[in-house]
């Protein structure tokens, strides 16, 4: 189940939506990012860590999608750590007394009941400003960014060559701008996060995206910069011609399309409120 993808430093990969987990290794036990989706994949995962003779002592939500704050009571109490606005929104969507039913209803179908959701959200936010998170394994290096997500956050295990990029970086799913409102630019916000990650990819060997393949350093670069033509071309307004676009996009992912059309609708129809205030 676990593949190594750098010493120390092992993956998983969900059937569906190409989720990655993240397995780092430390002195006592090991620290899991984003552990996965299913009942089944989360307690097989489980099963494959108590086997080699690890715990988990600590794990971390890049982001607060609900695919990345998911767990499961067989990782134990171990802290779930996240940045201080993941943890906020977590503390949100949880504050709803009909939250557990709302959850569901954003599943992909083909897992809706597979899912498990006592758990989901609990997330313990880190100290504004907080760099590495507090365990006893490799210094993991905390990148807050505002691209894609509130609180959104890359971790760079620098002396593992790592860098798990959460919701950026993917082979399979294109950039995906986090909502707008009359007070954010969601561009200028993925092409901020896009330079944070540029800036750390010089120590990197490897880079874990939260879907799709794994890559080495010279294909982080490119996808850094296949990343940022994409925002590019939808802050011009276009469709971004694109491999994960299209009649190119990988089977089963040809969805993508509908996110960039609707991306660029979401733009020009906020570019058109903006003109219109400007002119009343």
Request: charged share 25%.
């Amino acid at each position: 189940m676990l593949r190594q993808v750098a010493e120390g430093v092992l993956t998983h990969q969900s059937e569906l939506l190409e989720n990655n987990a993240v397995v780092v290794q430390g002195r006592t036990g090991v620290l899991l990012i984003d552990p996965g989706l299913t009942e089944a994949e989360m307690a097989c995962l489980a099963d494959d860590l108590r086997e080699s003779g690890q715990s988990v002592v600590a794990g971390f939500a890049t982001h607060p999608d609900w695919d990345h704050v998911l767990w499961h009571p067989e990782y134990g109490e171990a802290p779930r750590y996240g940045t201080s606005r993941c943890a906020a929104r977590m503390r949100e969507v949880r504050s709803d007394p009909g939250w557990k039913a709302h959850v569901a209803e954003g599943l992909p179908p083909e897992i809706s009941e597979e899912t498990p959701l006592d758990l989901f959200g609990l997330i313990t936010g880190l100290p504004t400003g907080t760099t590495h998170i507090p365990w006893d394994g490799p210094h993991v290096q905390i990148i807050e960014h505002p691209a894609h997500a509130p609180g959104h956050a890359a971790l760079l295990i620098a002396e593992r060559g790592v860098l798990v990029a959460g919701d950026m970086l993917s082979d399979v799913l294109v950039p995906n701008l986090d909502e707008l409102n009359d007070t954010n630019d969601p561009v200028a916000e993925y092409l901020l996060g896009l330079r944070l990650l540029e800036d750390a990819a010089g120590d990197v060997d490897v880079a874990v995206p939260g879907h799709g393949s794994v890559c080495g350093a010279e294909e982080v670069r490119a996808r850094i910069e296949q990343d940022r033509a994409y925002v590019l071309a939808l802050s011009a307004g276009r469709v971004p011609r694109d491999a994960r676009v299209g009649s190119t996009a990988k089977t089963g992912w040809e969805w993508t399309t509908d996110i960039a059309v609707e991306q660029v609708k979401r733009l020009a129809e906020r570019s058109e409120r903006r003109g219109s205030a400007s002119i009343g």
